[in-house]
């Protein structure tokens, strides 16, 4: 139902503009409140907010990695599918953020890149998503979720040293277990990459749950890089963090984004707007609205989104 | 003083209330410990170290043998009743708990798995609670089938004539022995272990799983290589709960342990599975109407001595594993 309705509100795009022209739209307002307490004390990021203004030109920052196509996933006896015929494009060297209410749809579409999707009984998928040009339902499951890594809300570092985490993947992979000195550059790599080898680098044969949480959520960033995904999937990964891990992880999010796609669920738009290149804004399971991150979040051209960015509802 | 004792219960007063039974417990199992030291004394004093030896003693014969002829000792025994060489004895004991834990470990680890991962609701509602009810059956019960069923069928269907007749000089074979000592204690200490790795199990958080199938691995391995790594502890937990309750097996074992005092020989092969043996905890509990004959008294004493201190260890060693395990966060 609220897909019709967003075509309806297409031609009031114009509409929309009107309201903006009327300063302060209520909108505006709201999402200059509060951005002071999430941004402020945070100068690392401002730089980063203009450039987007710039990335919203450019039409697509890649070639398109991933690409999601009339992909509905249902629960069970459901009546309503919880993804509606969502598509969506993902590029390369880009972070795409997918945003709207608890219960949208967004976790299930996510998971269901990967394929983690069909762990929940019951769970049934239509439509087809495709990686580089390929059907994932033709690729061996092991390969595509080495291709397609994933973060997840509560950090899961398993329960083992740092060393052992990072290197889990690559040592299960291996058909003969390579030694300790053989997976170490592999490890430095990702933990590099993932910001956290200067932290622990004293000490690999730490047990990784007596890091802190947003050390963990970087080790478990270290780990899904350590098998060098093309996509990486990220599931609020901050939500469970503090404000200061929450900064060093959306640092991270944009030096990662130059080597590889990025899909990250997020309840926080303030997130989405410093991290994202486009953001799709997903309500009960349909897609309402897709678009660069300025765009969407300054000239929504759904009623819904509107609302949602303006703080309405959600 | 009685009206003190109406009051409220104040945190002080329940904490010397429940303190009490715990420092009670503490204080019996020390005490019995020296008192069971203190009685089987004589006999080490007077085998030294080769009480835990094999072969005939300085008196000869087996070690049955030897057993009986402490009866004979009487209140005031010569020294020379006291000889004895138990090893025939200790190492039916060790066998029968080591096999019966080691299958056990398997068996119980594939079904918690099984019973966690891949079992169908309506399958699991079904098999948890037996499983439950099995571990409290009595052992007794075991011997009863073990001895009706199970050694009239290796006495009739595994053991050949050939067999029988290429030991009958040194021992003979006629059904109950280690095969059936083994799968009964198996039997009997397997569904506690699978009861409490289930439980373990189960606690293992989803995200780890998730976590390591979302990074390309097997259902299998993502189960293996984390699941079950990270409840080492608990499968430790539950060997040695399981080879306590082995060690002091008794009556099932007296059964259909062929209760001799045999070491079995693994040099024998095939055949070595049908010989019989007989634990320590059997040949107390076999001997205990002999009491009044001190020599057999001390001995028997120093057969719970050794099954004591072995649970100590036991339970000694069980706690550094787990010490060592859960230094890595495992549970």
């Keep these: 139902m609220s897909r019709p309705a967003t075509e309806s509100h297409d031609p009031a795009g114009s509409d929309g503009d009107g309201t903006r022209g009327a300063y302060p739209p209520p909108v505006r307002r709201i999402a200059l409140d509060r951005a002071p307490t999430v941004v402020a004390d945070d100068p690392a990021e401002r730089p980063l907010v203009s450039p987007s203004i710039e990335r919203a030109l450019r039409p697509a920052t890649g070639r398109e990695r991933l690409r999601i196509d009339e992909l509905s996933i249902f629960y069970g006896d459901a009546p309503k599918p919880a993804v509606n015929a969502v598509t969506l494009p993902v590029h390369e060297g880009e972070v795409l953020a997918l945003i709207g209410p608890s219960g949208c749809g967004k976790t299930t579409l996510l998971r269901s890149l990967n394929r983690l999707i069909e762990l929940t009984p019951g769970a049934r998928r239509q439509g087809r998503i495709v990686l580089d040009g390929e059907d994932i339902d033709g690729l061996e499951m092991t390969r595509l979720r080495r291709r397609v890594s994933m973060v997840f809300q509560q950090p899961n570092p398993f329960p083992m040293s740092i060393f052992d985490n990072v290197a889990y993947a690559l040592r299960e992979q ?105 953001v799709a804004f997903m309500y009960l399971g349909d897609l309402i609205e897709y678009g660069p991150t300025e765009e969407l979040f300054e000239r929504p051209r759904a009623e819904r989104t509107r609302e949602y960015v303006g703080g309405t509802f959600g | 003083m009685l009206a003190r004792l109406r009051g409220p219960l104040t945190d002080r007063r329940a904490g010397l209330l429940l303190g009490a039974p715990a420092v009670a417990v ?96 309506r399958v699991r509602n079904v098999v948890v609670p037996v499983v439950r009810l099995l571990a409290a059956v009595p052992s007794v019960i075991y011997g009863l089938i073990g001895i009706l069923v199970l050694v009239p069928f290796v006495n009739d269907n595994l053991i050949s004539e050939g067999q029988r007749q290429s030991v009958q000089n040194v021992i003979p074979l006629t059904g109950p022995g280690l095969l059936v000592s083994v799968v009964l204690l198996t039997l009997m200490v397997t569904p506690i272990m699978i009861a409490l790795i289930t439980d373990a199990l189960e606690s293992v958080p989803r995200g780890w799983r998730e976590g390591a199938l979302a990074l390309g691995v097997t259902q299998w391995r993502a189960t293996m290589s984390v699941a079950v790594k990270a409840i080492r502890p608990a499968i430790v937990a539950a060997a040695v709960l399981a080879s306590a309750r082995a060690l002091g097996e008794a009556i099932m074992l007296s059964m259909v342990s062929g209760s001799n005092g045999y070491a079995p020989r693994i040099q024998d092969g095939l055949i070595f599975l049908f010989e019989p043996l007989r634990p320590l905890a059997a040949t107390i509990a076999e001997n205990t109407e002999s009491i009044n004959s001190a020599a057999l008294k001390s001995t028997l004493y120093a057969f719970a001595f050794l099954l004591l201190v072995s649970c100590f260890v036991l339970s000694l060693g069980s706690y550094f594993i787990k010490r060592s395990l859960r230094a890595q966060g495992a549970r």
């Design chain 1, 174 to 278: 291996s058909r003969k277990r390579p030694s300790k000195r053989d997976l170490l550059p592999r490890v430095e790599h990702a933990l590099r990459r993932a910001g956290l080898w200067d932290e622990v680098s004293h000490d690999l044969s730490r047990p990784a749950l007596r890091l802190s949480g947003g050390q963990q959520q970087r080790l478990c960033i270290a780990r899904a890089l350590a098998v060098e995904p093309e996509v990486l999937l990220m599931d609020e990964p901050c939500s469970a963090l503090d404000p200061i891990s929450t900064t060093v992880i959306e640092q991270l999010i944009h030096e990662l984004r130059s080597e590889l796609a990025i899909v990250i669920v997020t309840h926080n738009l303030q997130q989405a707007r410093r991290v994202a290149d486009n």
């Design chain 2, 26 to 121: 503490v204080l019996i199992v020390l005490a019995m410990l020296v008192f069971v030291a203190i009685q089987a004394w004589p006999t080490f004093q007077h085998n030294g170290l080769g009480w835990l030896g094999d072969g005939p003693a300085p008196t000869g014969g087996t070690v049955d043998q030897q057993l009986g002829s402490m009866v004979e000792g009487g209140e005031a025994p010569p020294p020379s009743a006291y000889a004895i060489k138990a090893w025939p004895l200790i190492f039916g004991t060790a066998l029968t708990t080591v096999l019966s834990i080691a299958i056990g470990i398997v068996v119980s680890v594939l079904a918690a798995i099984f019973i966690v991962d891949l079992a169908p609701r």
